[in-house]
């Protein structure tokens, strides 16, 4: 959810007049200029075009009194919980949204002039998908000051080329290091685990070598894709499950730095 904060004067004093137009949910009267309007700012900063435009939609469809101040949406508190339901759908549908880094907020500053678009956007990907705070002026990329190693460590690994654009169709399956593991590790302990043998054979061929889990260095993860699509291979050979626990101990131990 965006970050929210609230402005305005005394809550108690609310009108319980109908506001032209708004469905009863929003049976209120919001003068965004009333200085005894208690407020509710939400901060969009770093939202794309394509999720503005799905959150104006939604907002004009449902009637949602509400107001705009540059990159913030307001509306009455009267409504703030029905409102952050709306921002938990919209999250579902068509996030995850940015972590805006705040004016105010200790920053450290990154300047990627020369930085190619594809590196960029994989960058803005990444990002969002950490929640980490930050902005942008241009090219230029302020995050949360306790956050600089982290995205230091990140800019080394996109310029080596470690890290794969994080598009949602290139993904790796959520949770396919954890259970690459623990399906290695059942078979190097038991060839007959019939359980470890369904996950590999479900999951191996929905693996990419190029579209490694979030975090996780396109070198390594290539070592890993192959070790198991080399086990898949044994289970389709048909071999015993001596060899397949010989196979299945070589993906655990590649995997096991990582889990």
């Not at 003068?31 to 503005?52: A, C, E, F, I, S």
């Not at 705009?68 to 703030?80: C, K, R, S």
Request: proline share 7%; net charge negative; aromatic share 8%.
């Amino acid at each position: 959810m965006p970050f929210v904060n609230k402005f305005g004067g005394d809550s108690e004093e609310e009108s319980t007049d109908v506001a032209a137009g708004a469905p009863p949910a929003f049976d209120v009267d919001f003068d965004p200029n009333d200085p005894n309007q208690v407020k509710v700012h939400y901060n969009l900063t770093g939202w794309g075009l394509d999720q503005r435009a799905e959150l104006a939609e939604t907002l004009a469809e449902l009637g949602v009194p509400h107001t705009w101040e540059g990159e913030e949406l307001v509306v009455p508190e009267q409504i703030e919980d029905e409102v952050d339901a709306l921002f938990d759908r919209l999250e579902a549908e068509i996030g995850p949204f940015p972590v805006p880094l705040l004016d105010g907020d200790a920053s450290t500053e990154f300047g990627l002039d020369e930085w190619p678009f594809r590196d960029i956007e994989t960058l803005k990907e990444a990002l969002i998908e950490a929640e980490i705070p930050h902005t942008w002026q241009g090219r230029t990329l302020l995050v949360a000051h306790d956050a600089e190693q982290v995205v230091d460590d990140l800019l080394d690994a996109i310029e080596a080329g470690e890290v794969a654009s994080l598009d949602e169709d290139a993904e790796a399956p959520d949770g396919a290091l954890h259970d690459l593991y623990v399906a290695a590790d059942q078979l190097a302990r038991d060839g007959t685990n019939g359980a470890a043998r369904t996950v590999v054979l479900d999951l191996v061929p929905q693996l990419s070598p190029t579209a490694p889990p979030f975090g996780l260095a396109v070198r390594a993860w290539t070592v890993i894709v192959e070790r198991a699509r080399e086990l898949l291979g044994q289970f389709e050979d048909g071999v015993g499950p001596d060899q397949l626990a010989e196979f299945a101990d070589e993906l655990r131990a590649v995997c096991r730095p990582y889990v």
